[in-house]
């Protein structure tokens, strides 16, 4: 899992679906379907190995089906054509980014000059809030 991936999935895999768009399209939101679901089997696919496999099924619970296909819809422009192209655009966004591999963050200790001045800030407010304090029960 290198970060110079460019992964481009397969036309012949993906499924699409059609349904009634919620968004911009006047008229044509009531009469056509121009929102588009795209699916993708990536269990069965072989643009990834056992390793990729597990981790977009890791990464992606939510957005994968009871029958363990990966969804990506779009309904943001007035044509089915257009929402197309974008939803595989953003399928193949979507798997290059959660295949990439992160460096693990090296855990690091707070230096001792830190913890002592923020200390002496701690001190430095609670003795300012004590003598507020003795001020006010004295008047």
Known sequence: MSNNLNIVIP???LAFSFSRSSGAGGQNVNKLE???TVSWDFNHS???DDAQKLLLAKKFTRRISTDGKLMVSC???RSQSQNRGKAIANLNQLVMRALIAHPKRKATKVP???RVKRLATKRYIAQKKQLRKTRI???
């Open 137 to 139: 029960e004295m008047e």
């Open 46 to 48: 072989s643009l990834l």
């Open 75 to 77: 309904q943001t422009e």
């Open 112 to 114: 001792f000059r830190e």
């Open 11 to 13: 036309p012949e895999e």
């Open 34 to 36: 121009t929102k588009v």
